[in-house]
């Protein structure tokens, strides 16, 4: 895997269907299972190997080979690696996503070439970036804001990989209050330059993994 569509940002994991499989798991079993689909998710199919495998499940290798056989039900073997479908389903529906985002952010760059006789000035700057296809919803006092469906006009991935890194008080208190932009760059508009300096200090290379940038409401 490339590492410039390694998916390191953010892991999917929908919970009731992960706890419906892995029911007769003890805690041992759990965090080990997780372990390697986390490695899976980073750096492809692990081999099979049980010194790479337990290291990567950070057990001993020997205790590793008690475990193998419990959570090797949830793999194939093939070619020398441990493959599971559930994960390359999701490795290439993330790729594909991450296709679409990175040729509409060249698009996005491009427009943004074209308005090189535009003002510099922050108002300008966002007067003239409105997205028309975005779909947004009010937030208090009437504010755009990134909470609740106006994430059907980004990435769902956005707030997933949010709270992953920063947790759900950070993203309630910065991020779903944003706005949104969508050209000529995707952006994130904080509410005010506090919240901006929060991204800035907290976030700087969670917004650059994501592609996107900050821009100031007009006052």
């Not at 529906?93 to 074209?114: D, N, P």
């Not at 009437?142 to 909470?147: A, C, E, I, P, V």
Request: with cysteine; net charge positive.
């Amino acid at each position: 895997m490339s590492k410039d569509t390694r998916p390191d940002v953010w892991f999917p994991l929908v919970v009731g269907d992960y706890l419906k499989d892995t029911s007769r798991l003890t805690t041992e079993q759990h965090g080990a299972y997780l372990l390697l689909l986390m490695d899976y998710w980073v750096k492809g199919p692990p081999p099979d190997d049980d010194a790479a495998l337990a290291s990567i499940t950070r057990m001993t290798v020997a205790r590793w080979r008690q475990t193998r056989p419990r959570l090797l039900g949830y793999f194939s073997i093939v070619d020398g690696v441990w493959r599971q479908k559930r994960a390359d389903e999701e490795l290439e529906r993330w790729t594909e996503k991450k296709a679409k985002y990175t040729e509409r952010a060249a698009a996005g760059g491009r427009a943004k070439a074209a308005k090189s006789t535009a003002s510099s000035t922050p108002k300008a700057l966002l007067t003239g970036c409105t997205a028309s296809a975005s779909v947004e919803v009010d937030g208090p006092a009437g504010q755009s804001t990134l909470y609740g469906q106006a994430f059907f006009i980004g990435p769902e991935e956005v707030r997933s990989a949010f709270l992953a890194k920063l947790g759900e008080d950070w993203v309630g208190s910065y991020l779903d209050p944003c706005g949104w932009q969508d050209v000529p760059e995707r952006a994130l508009i904080p509410r005010n330059g506090y919240a901006a300096e929060r991204f800035r200090r907290d976030a700087r290379g969670l917004l650059n993994d994501l592609g996107l940038t900050l821009t100031l409401r007009a006052a």
